[in-house]
């Protein structure tokens, strides 16, 4: 049974940073599978943030590039997101994703 487990989530001002982590375990082989990160605001659909395949090549929404960057350390089975220059609009619940797994979400706010 994989788990994905995400933090890194919280308040944070505008123009302010965070790092979101996502831990995978259950004894799937990482480094072989991409993995994503989505988000989701209250009664809107879930959307694509970022995903990076097995050779770390990376896709990007349009609304952060140039802002988040997607990483993985397939030694620690953990794929991360680096959010910078966050804005109000950043704000919302963030999953991370591997094949059909999910994980329980990490909360993002971005206000004054």
């Known amino acids: 049974q994989v788990q994905l487990v995400e933090s890194g989530g919280g308040l944070v001002q505008p123009g302010g940073s965070l790092r979101l982590s996502c831990a995978a375990s259950?004894?799937?082989?990482?480094?072989?599978?991409?993995m994503g990160w989505y988000r989701q605001v209250p009664g809107k659909q879930r959307e694509l943030v970022a995903n990076?395949?097995?050779?770390?090549?990376?896709n990007y929404a349009d609304s952060v590039k140039g802002r988040f960057t997607i990483s993985r350390d397939n030694a620690k089975n953990t794929v991360y997101l680096q959010m910078n220059s966050l804005k109000p609009e950043d704000t919302a619940v963030y999953y991370c994703?591997?094949?059909?797994?999910w994980g329980q979400g990490t909360q993002v706010t971005v206000s004054s």
């Open positions: 994703t591997l094949l059909a797994y």
């Open positions: 259950g004894g799937i082989f990482f480094s072989l599978y991409a």
């Open positions: 990076i395949n097995s050779a770390g090549s990376t």
